[in-house]
């Protein structure tokens, strides 16, 4: 089954590659995220056998990462067949420069979001570290083209850094594969296998040295592409730059899988005895990725480098979660679920606000209750639900994560934590309610899409994780549970 | 003069390869400089010799084939076609970068005296000539405006990385050395597509005119 | 071996100015010339010698003085080098540094001499000669010590015993590739000067000399060809080792070296153009970088 889930968007992609026409093309991504995502939650039923002998073999924590990409993957497609339509096709006015500019084809951007998904989904499915680089050096390559689908000087900017800031990351992430191989070298041994469970049979004869080196690599190299400060300058700008359901897909689903990454080595370090290492790391990384997100949140003009910066500090509360280990972990795995699907409906949101008003920034984009009711619900939603506010669910998880910290004693990991969520609170919701309230601009003409494809998705993320926030069904608790047993055992 | 003689100045040659790479203005030459690192890299998998399985002779030829011919290909073929002739200044001058070289091969000195390595696996200067490598790599990504030659520094550090590795696919894992060999060459062919519209877009690759996205 | 002190000097006498003949007569092949005689240096300097001096209005006895100085300095420094591993004196240990000094002392008699006739082309031949030889004169340091470094000993003596091409210490081949780019900087050759330009806005040396004439003229041509025998005498020493038992028999491997040395050098200056100034220290900074990188290993070793 797990082959047929890495076939399903391959062959999609490719037949995406040969249509000529449109509608059956975004049929096609419809399709093949649906399929994806039904046999995602059919396994959850009927365990899947491991396959190329043991390279795609899916643990509870690769299913989880797998489910929550591919359901934010299945809304993206629905979105994007209405945001492909409304599309303007040929050379067109940017409303920021006044420079020409025109769409990639759109071939290649349906291709390359089937290939997007073929690549999270080899980085959920295996066990193996080098399969797993392999993976994400994947999603760096298929993503690329996807934010520079608006062929103007900024996405090209964006996506030239983005190229290359991840590149050099995933690079110093292979070196860390490599110093891990060393520090497991066995001279007697026929070959050295990078598959956690063979690493858990071999933890007694692991070189400590060896091993902190490879961590520290990995953390650094995935941290890069996960957007943990100081490593994080690509993410606003390729999260601003790129088609609003692309820049979900990166907040909500790419990020998770470099998380996923960093997570693997995490494990090894527990098998390896040195976990207390790796958690402190991922402590101070976590810190000052809260600490730098708070500093560019207050005061930040353009909406969607603001939702961006919001990804640096939940990213930051993953890894910190994590590192101060026991119940924070649990809350951890409810964060990732609720973070990709709030933050995912909040990208979907803001394409749509951008369709009307034409502006990136705070200040110009007004009046939104009037313009767009519908849309607006959900941008306030959305700002309560990615500021941690209750009914929603990231409130349950950030709640989970303090009582963890201050449980096991980590007063001023807690203040600080605590004081970065304030600080955000108010600095985002100065942009939202301005955004949301008074008069709509006079520029502003035409009627907003409210169609089913532009509200449809991000309704359905709202009331997900609105329902997360209220009751956590017992089969989710146990999902979350298993995963988090995975990270705190280490297999 | 035994082959496993030859190893050390093939690696003292790829150090002096870094630091040409390092004071180096003009892309034709650091594109050769490419092609000539990639072809010492090709006989990296070969020490310590100890018979050659044939897997491993065909992951030589593979990397050759990639790193000697292709890449170097690949770039001269961008070049061509942005025509760039116009120097564009780097963050950091020659003699500062040369010292920079210098200092990385100080300190991959000084870390292999630090670490604890396993006797038998690492062929005497591998170490640090491939530390020095990564090194030279990222010394180019942040210190050059020109996004040709940050490409170049990119595969200098995939070139030390691939160098750390070579002992290692001794063990049978010489497919997934293959897999990075393909998907670094995917990615500088994304790269160079991406060049190729910067050229066209802002009429250079000066990679200093990026500053409209800031906060 | 002192006892071929006697020997090594008296070849390095006569046979220097052959030195520039060699060269001459490499470059005139590659051309597709006969070339000049090869005893025209001799004839040169001999017609040099006969001919009475003129000196400007504008000199003092520094102008007279610098010709003299330079000649006495080099011949000085050629009597502590020793010819491979042959004809040494009692070296004392870092006699290297004083023969390297004797060679600055050298350069400045001629650089004040140049200063003293108040005339801006000698100026700026000065100025470019001190500039350029502060970045050659690190390199040669450099290589010194790494060959120091490698034989353990601490004089000229022992340090020059051909070891630089050993297989089993191959960083120790880029001494002889910088003191060759030393040797080119330090004697005024392409890449660094051309010597035989008539543009005195592209001249280094040669225009520092322009206003010396008669003997003074045919000291410093004298002096220049001791100083490349030198500089040839020091790479052979660092490149080839005794091959034969026999003093004799490596007395005159060592010369043939030298010659060696010299015929590279002509073809050096054949197929190169000589390399606009801005580049020229960047050239001397990268044989520096290149003797560091050698004893960085050396000593790593």
Same mark, same amino acid.
């Given at each position: 089954?797990?082959?047929?889930?890495?076939?399903?968007?391959?062959?999609?992609?490719?037949?995406?590659?040969?249509?000529?026409?449109?509608?059956?093309?975004?049929?096609?991504?419809?399709?093949?995220?649906?399929?994806?995502?039904?046999?995602?939650?059919?396994?959850?039923?009927?365990?899947?056998?491991?396959?190329?002998?043991?390279?795609?073999?899916?643990?509870?924590?690769?299913?989880?990462?797998?489910?929550?990409?591919?359901?934010?993957?299945?809304?993206?497609?629905?979105?994007?067949?209405?945001?492909?339509?409304?599309?303007?096709?040929?050379?067109?006015?940017?409303?920021?420069?006044?420079?020409?500019?025109?769409?990639?084809?759109?071939?290649?951007?349906?291709?390359?979001?089937?290939?997007?998904?073929?690549?999270?989904?080899?980085?959920?499915?295996?066990?193996?570290?080098?399969?797993?680089?392999?993976?994400?050096?994947?999603?760096?390559?298929?993503?690329?083209?996807?934010?520079?689908?608006?062929?103007?000087?900024?996405?090209?900017?964006?996506?030239?850094?983005?190229?290359?800031?991840?590149?050099?990351?995933?690079?110093?992430?292979?070196?860390?594969?490599?110093?891990?191989?060393?520090?497991?070298?066995?001279?007697?041994?026929?070959?050295?296998?990078?598959?956690?469970?063979?690493?858990?049979?071999?933890?007694?004869?692991?070189?400590?040295?060896?091993?902190?080196?490879?961590?520290?690599?990995?953390?650094?190299?995935?941290?890069?592409?996960?957007?943990?400060?100081?490593?994080?300058?690509?993410?606003?700008?390729?999260?601003?730059?790129?088609?609003?359901?692309?820049?979900?897909?990166?907040?909500?689903?790419?990020?998770?899988?470099?998380?996923?990454?960093?997570?693997?080595?995490?494990?090894?370090?527990?098998?390896?005895?040195?976990?207390?290492?790796?958690?402190?790391?991922?402590?101070?990384?976590?810190?000052?990725?809260?600490?730098?997100?708070?500093?560019?949140?207050?005061?930040?003009?353009?909406?969607?480098?603001?939702?961006?910066?919001?990804?640096?500090?939940?990213?930051?509360?993953?890894?910190?979660?994590?590192?101060?280990?026991?119940?924070?972990?649990?809350?951890?795995?409810?964060?990732?679920?609720?973070?990709?699907?709030?933050?995912?409906?909040?990208?979907?949101?803001?394409?749509?606000?951008?369709?009307?008003?034409?502006?990136?920034?705070?200040?110009?984009?007004?009046?939104?209750?009037?313009?767009?009711?519908?849309?607006?619900?959900?941008?306030?939603?959305?700002?309560?639900?990615?500021?941690?506010?209750?009914?929603?669910?990231?409130?349950?998880?950030?709640?989970?994560?303090?009582?963890?910290?201050?449980?096991?004693?980590?007063?001023?990991?807690?203040?600080?934590?605590?004081?970065?969520?304030?600080?955000?609170?108010?600095?985002?919701?100065?942009?939202?309610?301005?955004?949301?309230?008074?008069?709509?601009?006079?520029?502003?003409?035409?009627?907003?899409?409210?169609?089913?494809?532009?509200?449809?998705?991000?309704?359905?993320?709202?009331?997900?994780?609105?329902?997360?926030?209220?009751?956590?069904?017992?089969?989710?608790?146990?999902?979350?549970?298993?995963?988090?047993?995975?990270?705190?055992?280490?297999? | 003069?035994?082959?496993?003689?030859?190893?050390?100045?093939?690696?003292?040659?790829?150090?002096?390869?870094?630091?040409?790479?390092? *004071?180096?203005?003009?892309?034709? *030459?650091?594109?050769?400089?490419?092609?000539?690192?990639?072809?010492?890299?090709?006989?990296?998998?070969?020490?310590?010799?100890?018979? !050659?399985?044939?897997?491993?002779?065909?992951?030589?030829?593979?990397?050759?084939?990639?790193?000697? !011919?292709?890449?170097?290909?690949?770039?001269?073929?961008?070049?061509?076609?942005?025509?760039?002739?116009?120097?564009?200044? =780097?963050?950091?001058?020659?003699?500062?970068?040369?010292?920079?070289?210098?200092?990385?091969?100080?300190?991959?000195?000084?870390?292999?005296?630090?670490?604890?390595?396993?006797?038998?696996? #690492?062929?005497?200067?591998?170490?640090?000539?491939?530390?020095?490598?990564?090194?030279?790599?990222?010394?180019?990504?942040?210190?050059?405006?020109?996004?040709?030659?940050?490409?170049?520094?990119?595969?200098?550090?995939?070139?030390?990385?691939?160098? #750390?590795?070579? =002992?290692?696919?001794?063990?049978?894992?010489?497919?997934?050395?293959?897999?990075?060999?393909?998907?670094?060459? !995917?990615?500088?062919?994304?790269?160079?597509?991406?060049?190729?519209?910067?050229?066209?877009?802002?009429?250079?690759?000066? !990679?200093?005119?990026?500053?409209?996205?800031?906060? | 071996?002192?006892?071929?002190?006697?020997?090594?000097?008296?070849?390095?006498?006569?046979?220097?100015?052959?030195?520039?003949?060699?060269?001459?007569?490499?470059?005139?092949?590659?051309?597709?010339?006969?070339?000049?005689?090869?005893?025209? &240096?001799?004839?040169?300097?001999?017609?040099?010698?006969?001919?009475?001096?003129?000196?400007?209005?504008?000199?003092?006895?520094?102008?007279?003085?610098?010709?003299?100085?330079? $000649?006495?300095?080099?011949?000085?420094?050629?009597?502590?080098? +020793?010819?491979?591993?042959?004809?040494?004196?009692?070296?004392?240990?870092?006699?290297?540094?004083?023969?390297?000094?004797? $060679?600055?002392?050298?350069?400045?008699?001629?650089?004040?001499?140049?200063?003293?006739?108040?005339?801006?082309?000698?100026?700026?031949?000065?100025?470019?000669?001190?500039?350029?030889?502060?970045?050659?004169? &690190?390199?040669?340091?450099?290589?010194?010590?790494?060959?120091?470094?490698?034989?353990?000993?601490?004089?000229?003596?022992?340090?020059?015993?051909?070891?630089?091409?050993?297989?089993?210490? &191959?960083?120790?081949?880029?001494?002889?590739?910088?003191?060759?780019?030393?040797?080119?900087?330090?004697?005024?050759?392409? +890449?660094?000067?051309?010597?035989?330009?008539?543009?005195?806005?592209?001249?280094?040396?040669?225009?520092?000399?322009?206003?010396?004439?008669?003997?003074?003229?045919?000291?410093?041509?004298?002096?220049?060809?001791?100083?490349?025998?030198?500089?040839?005498?020091?790479?052979?020493?660092?490149?080839?080792?005794?091959?034969?038992?026999?003093?004799?028999?490596?007395?005159?491997?060592?010369?043939?070296?030298?010659?060696?040395?010299?015929?590279?050098?002509?073809?050096?200056?054949?197929?190169?153009?000589?390399?606009?100034?801005?580049?020229?220290?960047?050239?001397?900074?990268?044989?520096?970088?290149?003797?560091?990188?050698?004893?960085?290993?050396?000593?790593?070793?």
């Amino acid at each position: 089954m797990l082959s047929i889930l890495l076939l399903i968007p391959l062959a999609s992609a490719a037949l995406a590659l040969a249509l000529a026409a449109d509608t059956p093309r975004r049929l096609i991504l419809v399709s093949a995220a649906a399929a994806h995502f039904s046999l995602t939650i059919l396994a959850f039923a009927v365990p899947p056998e491991t396959a190329f002998g043991g390279l795609l073999d899916l643990d509870p924590l690769g299913h989880l990462f797998l489910s929550v990409t591919s359901l934010l993957f299945l809304a993206a497609s629905v979105y994007a067949v209405g945001y492909l339509r409304a599309e303007v096709k040929g050379q067109r006015r940017d409303f920021q420069e006044g420079a020409a500019f025109s769409n990639a084809p759109e071939r290649i951007f349906t291709a390359c979001l089937l290939v997007f998904l073929a690549a999270m989904t080899l980085v959920a499915c295996t066990r193996n570290l080098g399969a797993l680089w392999v993976g994400v050096e994947g999603t760096t390559l298929a993503s690329a083209p996807l934010i520079y689908f608006h062929r103007h000087r900024r996405s090209l900017e964006a996506t030239w850094k983005y190229l290359l800031i991840c590149s050099v990351g995933i690079a110093l992430a292979l070196l860390g594969n490599i110093l891990l191989s060393v520090a497991f070298y066995d001279p007697a041994a026929s070959s050295t296998s990078m598959n956690l469970v063979d690493l858990a049979a071999k933890a007694g004869i692991a070189r400590a040295p060896w091993l902190k080196a490879a961590f520290i690599c990995i953390l650094v190299g995935y941290g890069v592409k996960m957007g943990l400060a100081p490593m994080h300058n690509w993410l606003p700008d390729a999260h601003s730059q790129s088609p609003s359901l692309v820049s979900a897909l990166l907040s909500g689903a790419l990020l998770n899988c470099a998380f996923l990454g960093i997570l693997r080595a995490h494990q090894v370090c527990v098998l390896t005895g040195l976990e207390s290492f790796s958690q402190e790391l991922l402590v101070v990384f976590g810190l000052i990725s809260m600490v730098t997100a708070t500093a560019f949140i207050v005061g930040q003009g353009d909406y969607k480098r603001l939702l961006a910066y919001s990804s640096v500090e939940h990213m930051g509360i993953l890894a910190l979660s994590v590192g101060v280990g026991g119940g924070a972990v649990f809350g951890g795995m409810l964060h990732l679920v609720c973070h990709s699907l709030a933050k995912g409906m909040l990208f979907l949101v803001s394409g749509n606000i951008l369709a009307l008003y034409h502006t990136r920034s705070c200040y110009d984009a007004r009046g939104m209750a009037r313009a767009m009711p519908v849309t607006a619900a959900l941008w306030t939603a959305g700002f309560l639900a990615i500021a941690g506010s209750p009914p929603f669910g990231l409130f349950v998880s950030e709640l989970t994560i303090l009582t963890a910290m201050i449980r096991q004693g980590g007063l001023v990991i807690a203040c600080v934590y605590l004081a970065c969520l304030a600080v955000i609170f108010v600095g985002m919701s100065v942009p939202v309610l301005r955004m949301v309230q008074g008069p709509t601009p006079p520029a502003v003409t035409g009627k907003a899409r409210e169609d089913f494809f532009a509200v449809g998705p991000p309704l359905v993320l709202a009331g997900l994780v609105l329902t997360l926030g209220l009751f956590l069904p017992e089969t989710l608790i146990r999902i979350l549970a298993q995963a988090a047993g995975v990270v705190i055992r280490g297999l | 003069m035994t082959v496993a003689a030859l190893f050390e100045p093939l690696m003292i040659a790829l150090i002096l390869t870094n630091l040409a790479l390092l *004071v180096t203005s003009r892309t034709g *030459v650091l594109i050769r400089l490419m092609a000539l690192q990639g072809a010492i890299l090709a006989f990296a998998p070969l020490f310590p010799p100890a018979g !050659v399985p044939t897997h491993l002779a065909l992951l030589c030829l593979a990397v050759f084939a990639i790193k000697a !011919v292709a890449f170097p290909r690949l770039l001269s073929r961008t070049l061509r076609r942005i025509d760039a002739d116009s120097r564009i200044e =780097p963050y950091l001058g020659e003699g500062l970068s040369a010292a920079a070289g210098i200092g990385g091969l100080l300190f991959s000195l000084w870390l292999e005296g630090r670490l604890p390595v396993p006797p038998g696996l #690492f062929a005497p200067l591998l170490f640090p000539a491939a530390l020095t490598t990564i090194f030279t790599g990222l010394i180019l990504v942040v210190t050059r405006k020109n996004a040709l030659t940050q490409v170049i520094g990119y595969l200098a550090a995939e070139n030390g990385i691939f160098l #750390f590795g070579a =002992p290692l696919s001794r063990q049978g894992s010489a497919w997934l050395e293959l897999s990075i060999l393909l998907d670094v060459f !995917v990615g500088v062919f994304v790269m160079g597509i991406a060049i190729h519209h910067i050229n066209k877009t802002f009429e250079s690759i000066d !990679v200093g005119r990026f500053c409209t996205l800031r906060d | 071996m002192a006892a071929m002190f006697l020997p090594r000097i008296l070849a390095a006498l006569v046979l220097a100015p052959l030195l520039f003949a060699v060269i001459n007569r490499v470059k005139a092949i590659f051309a597709g010339r006969q070339g000049k005689r090869l005893s025209q &240096p001799y004839r040169d300097l001999l017609k040099l010698a006969r001919k009475g001096a003129v000196y400007s209005r504008t000199t003092t006895w520094i102008f007279k003085a610098g010709p003299v100085v330079s $000649l006495a300095a080099i011949a000085a420094a050629l009597a502590l080098v +020793p010819l491979g591993h042959l004809g040494g004196t009692a070296g004392f240990t870092g006699d290297f540094i004083l023969a390297v000094y004797l $060679l600055a002392l050298a350069r400045a008699a001629v650089v004040l001499a140049a200063l003293d006739t108040g005339s801006s082309f000698e100026g700026m031949g000065a100025s470019r000669e001190a500039a350029f030889s502060a970045l050659a004169e &690190p390199a040669l340091f450099l290589c010194f010590l790494v060959l120091a470094a490698s034989t353990h000993g601490s004089t000229l003596d022992a340090v020059l015993r051909g070891t630089a091409l050993s297989p089993t210490e &191959p960083e120790l081949a880029l001494v002889p590739i910088t003191l060759f780019i030393v040797l080119l900087a330090e004697n005024s050759r392409i +890449p660094v000067d051309d010597p035989n330009t008539h543009l005195e806005l592209t001249m280094i040396h040669e225009v520092m000399v322009l206003d010396h004439s008669g003997p003074d003229l045919a000291f410093i041509q004298y002096g220049a060809a001791l100083k490349l025998w030198l500089f040839c005498a020091v790479l052979t020493g660092a490149a080839l080792p005794p091959l034969f038992g026999n003093p004799w028999l490596d007395f005159a491997a060592s010369v043939a070296g030298v010659f060696a040395c010299a015929a590279l050098v002509g073809v050096v200056e054949s197929v190169m153009a000589r390399l606009r100034l801005p580049r020229v220290p960047k050239l001397l900074a990268l044989a520096c970088a290149c003797a560091a990188i050698a004893l960085i290993l050396t000593l790593w070793r």
